[in-house]
Each structure stands twice: as structure tokens, then as C-alpha cells.
């Protein structure tokens, strides 16, 4: 047995008009739609559902036992569909972002004022996490979206670029003091660097190994003097004098808030894509949509 909702709301509308005609008129189906609907549910259940005369259709035994059962399940139907539709409506209209813990706190407050007054109807939820967490968040579903410069998709995502960041040098004042640079974000090279005590990521690092790549030219392998797991921390230590550090521009936000030197790295200028990592195959909203957009607008200001 097959029965669709179709028979099955065809029945009870039989069943509560008592007339085909008039149940067809109320179903928006023509009166042949309907009794084929029905003929097809009796041959279903070998069983008859309607006594039929010429004045009037009336429920047989079966029909009057089989009733309440179809006005159950497609009663609940009914309910479940209007919860998954609220359901849906408000997932469509909250987007769940994960993020690095420096792009949660000084890129994208400024992103989220902008987008939250652009679209007042989208809820935006942030998650702020490691790298790895990012991923473990998109890939479960419990983040709609993630930030990050990943070098790679894990299985089962997919990475769009979103901005670029070049590398930059950030140095405590003093020493930008003395070598007659401001606190802009002014040009160096890298042969800076040299003679000078570095400090960064830990070596497994994927951004730090594309630093070490560019050390390594130089002639500064293992030059680095301390190693420490985030960026927030690594510009307070240059801030108290530990050393100079490479990092992203998309840092230059959060050095801005210390005391420390920054100058874009040139002679080579290298930079890194940064990406927006989603789960391969789930629809696309318009909030994602919206908001890629609204942040590859903003990233570009927010590096300099």
C-alpha cells in the first residue's frame, strides 16, 4: 500500500462534504481528478470507502474506521510542515560565522555593523575558534560559514577567496622610531630583517612556513628567537620588546592598538590568499551571498 496525501485529502474532503462535486469544487481538482483519486485508494486498500446514491455519498464501515487515522497523519503532516517552514525561515534568516580569534576581534566588528544595518532581518551569530575549529564548524554544520587563511579544504568543504593580505613587518616603536619610520604602514624590505631578533607562529604553522620560505632566502632559518600559538599575543610581545614578528596585514587592525611599528614587507611582496570555507553542497542563502560580498569590500580597507 502507497496511499499520497493527495488520497488521502482527497477522502476526508469527501467525507466532509458528502458530496463529490463539492469536494472537488473545494479540493481545485475536477470531479474525475477526484473519484480517480479515490477508486485508486480503494483498489489500495481492497476495500470499498463510499456507499454512493444519486442524492448522497455516506462513509462505509471501512471508510468510517479508516477516518480518523487520515485525519491523524494528515493533521500531524500538516503540523510538521509548518514547524520545518518556521524552521527554515529562521535558519535562512540567522547566519552562524566561525572564525580565527584576531579576524573575530578586529576585522569583523566593523563587518558585522555595516551588515547588520544593511540587512536588519539577518541574525549574525560569530564563533570565534582556531583554524581547526573553523573547520570542525563548517564541516559539522554548526557554522554556516568560516574565516581563515586555510592553505587547504578538509574533506567534504570548499574554499572561495575572499581577500589578500600581504606580509608585513611589526616592530616595537622604538625601533621604527630610529630608523625615521612613522607608524603608517610604510615599505620595507625583507632585508630588514637581518641582524634584527624574530619572533612568530609556531613552525607548523601554514602561514608561518610560507614566512620561513622567505627567511630561508635570506639566509635567516631558524633565526626565530620565540614561537607563540596567536597573533594577539604575538604583537604584544613586540609591543613589550621581545622582538619583530611577520604576520598578515590583516593584523595592521589589531597593531594599531599597540604600540608597535608596521611596515608592509617589499622586495619580495608576498602575499596570502584569505578565504571563506563552506560545506560542500548546502544551498547557498542569501545572507551567505550578502555577506561575502559585504566582506570582500571591507578587507581591503581594513589591511591598511
Request: glycine share 8%; proline share 5%.
Amino acid at each position: 500500500m502507497n496511499m499520497s496525501t493527495r488520497q488521502m485529502r482527497a477522502f476526508l474532503e469527501v467525507a466532509r462534504v458528502g458530496n463529490f462535486t463539492r469536494a472537488a469544487e473545494q479540493a481545485h481538482i475536477t470531479q474525475a481528478g477526484l473519484s480517480i483519486l479515490i477508486r485508486e485508494m480503494e483498489r489500495q486498500l481492497g476495500a470499498r470507502l463510499f456507499d454512493r446514491t444519486t442524492r448522497m455519498v455516506s462513509l462505509t464501515a471501512a471508510g468510517r474506521r479508516l477516518l480518523p487515522v487520515v485525519e491523524r497523519l494528515v493533521t500531524e503532516l500538516d503540523e510538521v510542515a509548518t514547524q520545518l517552514g518556521a524552521e527554515g525561515d529562521a535558519a535562512r534568516q540567522t547566519l552562524r560565522v566561525a572564525a580565527t580569534p584576531l579576524v573575530s576581534s578586529h576585522l569583523l566588528p566593523q563587518v558585522f555593523a555595516a551588515f547588520r544595518a544593511a540587512h536588519p532581518g539577518t541574525t549574525l551569530r560569530l564563533f570565534d575558534a582556531d583554524l581547526r575549529d573553523v573547520e570542525t564548524l563548517v564541516a559539522s554544520g554548526d557554522a554556516d560559514l568560516g574565516l581563515g587563511f586555510f592553505f587547504r579544504a578538509g574533506p567534504g568543504l570548499e574554499r572561495v577567496p575572499v581577500g589578500r593580505f600581504e606580509l608585513m613587518r611589526v616592530s616595537p616603536l622604538g625601533e621604527g622610531a630610529r630608523t625615521g619610520e612613522g607608524r603608517a604602514a610604510a615599505t620595507v624590505p625583507w632585508s630588514s630583517l637581518r641582524g634584527v631578533p624574530l619572533i612568530g607562529l609556531p613552525a607548523g604553522n601554514p602561514i608561518q612556513k610560507v614566512i620561513d620560505r622567505q627567511l630561508a632566502e635570506l639566509g635567516l632559518a631558524g633565526a626565530q628567537a620565540g614561537a607563540f600559538n596567536f597573533f594577539g599575543t604575538l604583537i604584544s610581545m613586540v609591543e613589550a620588546g621581545f622582538g619583530t614578528a611577520v604576520m598578515p596585514t590583516f593584523a595592521m587592525a589589531a597593531c594599531r592598538r599597540h604600540r608597535v611599528h608596521t611596515a608592509v614587507l617589499a622586495k619580495p611582496r608576498v602575499s596570502m590568499e584569505f578565504y571563506r570555507l563552506t560545506k560542500r553542497g548546502v544551498h547557498e542563502t542569501d545572507a551567505m551571498r550578502a555577506f561575502s560580498a559585504a566582506l570582500a569590500k571591507a578587507l581591503p580597507a581594513l589591511s591598511r
